[in-house]
């Protein structure tokens, strides 16, 4: 029996700019899951301006299988006041979602990793770099 998807829960990950347009950014998401209805929020340092030392916004969207799209729009409350369109394919284990996301004809990647595998590569890297 297929193992049901629910991506509910918390993600870390980080989004990236094309060509060092921007710097890359880490993002922590809480992700609600109801058969396949995507909510939540999704909070970033604010890299961009000075209103505010983060930034957070709100999630709607929609899973199909392994297929995962949703709009991310800041609050408004800082320097941020827009939408971004993500699109992005939950890997095979069900911990990590990667894609692409778009914005006035700007558009980059994205990876978010479900909390404990976040961790987990984090520790990896740091005994890589010991090394």
Known sequence: MAKKIDLSGLWLGRYSYPAGAGPTTAFMARLVDA???????????????????????????????????????????????????????????????????SMDGLDGTFEMYREAVWEEAEGVEAEVVAL
């Open 35 to 101: 058969g396949g209805s995507l909510s939540g929020e999704i909070v970033e340092p604010n890299l961009i301006g000075l209103g505010s030392e983060s930034l957070e916004a709100f999630i709607r969207g929609s899973r199909h299988g392994r297929a995962v799209d949703f709009t991310k729009t800041y609050d408004g409350a800082s320097d941020c006041a827009h939408s971004i369109d993500y699109v992005g394919r939950l890997s095979g284990d069900g911990n990590t979602i990667s894609g692409v996301w």
